[in-house]
T-cell receptor
């Protein structure tokens, strides 16, 4: 599976937008970009995915670079409940397992 | 639509006993995955199953661990003769058959071996 690189941690103020970056320079043309998050003491939670175009859902937005070598997860208004570890993962077209890296620990300050 | 269900949520076993962890996937999902999270470590893939078939078990320890997903009923992760190093959170996820194969996780089973 192609690898991703994320910052170890980020901090945000409550009610402000958060941009979580992810580099995936070895991405192949058929890899999907997935984001998951894990809140303390809970199972991982699917957030969003994309292939080439930017995507929006009720939880977040995903901005994908034109060359697809990087992407950014955008939380439009961070809340205390968004404090979690965020994982950026590439999935092959017929892939199955998720390969979790260390992710980005997001801390939200009130 | 109920989410992925796992039981028990907490399981305590003595060394040498057997542990059975159950996972019921989301309705309509025929792909099941098991992951393990050791204390202070990341999530690691263990096994991927479809109904009655093991598709990828590359992350399963070679001994004492087995998994099944029968035609009827939940998926079972079985750990025989547990040791202290098996203490971890075990998460099950399920996925639909169509791309992009997003996975939906259960709340996990926290296994403690005493």
């Amino acid at each position: 599976d192609a690898k991703t690189t994320q910052p170890n941690s980020m901090e945000s103020n409550e009610e402000e937008p958060v941009h979580l970056p992810c580099n995936h320079s070895t991405i192949s043309g058929t890899d999907y970009i997935h984001w998951y998050r894990q809140l303390p003491s809970q199972g991982p939670e699917y957030v969003i995915h994309g292939l080439t175009s930017n995507v929006n859902n009720r939880m977040a937005s995903l901005a994908i670079a034109e060359d697809r070598k990087s992407s950014t997860l955008i939380l439009h208004r961070a809340t205390l409940r968004d404090a979690a570890v965020y994982y950026c993962i590439l999935i092959e077209e017929y892939g199955n397992k998720l390969v979790f890296g260390a992710g980005t620990i997001l801390r939200v300050k009130s | 639509n109920a989410g992925v269900m796992q039981n028990p949520r907490h399981l305590v076993r003595r060394r040498g006993q057997e542990a059975r962890l159950r996972c019921s996937p989301m309705k309509g999902h025929s792909h099941v995955y098991w992951y393990r999270q050791l204390p202070e470590e990341g999530l690691k893939f263990m096994v991927y199953l479809q109904k009655e078939n093991i598709i990828d078990e590359s992350g399963m320890p070679k001994e004492r661990f087995s998994a099944e997903f029968p035609k009827e009923g939940p998926s079972i992760l079985r750990i025989q003769q547990v040791v202290r190093g098996d203490s971890a959170a075990y998460f099950c996820a399920s996925s639909p058959r169509l791309p992009p194969y997003e996975q939906y996780f259960g709340p996990g089973t926290r296994l403690t071996v005493t």
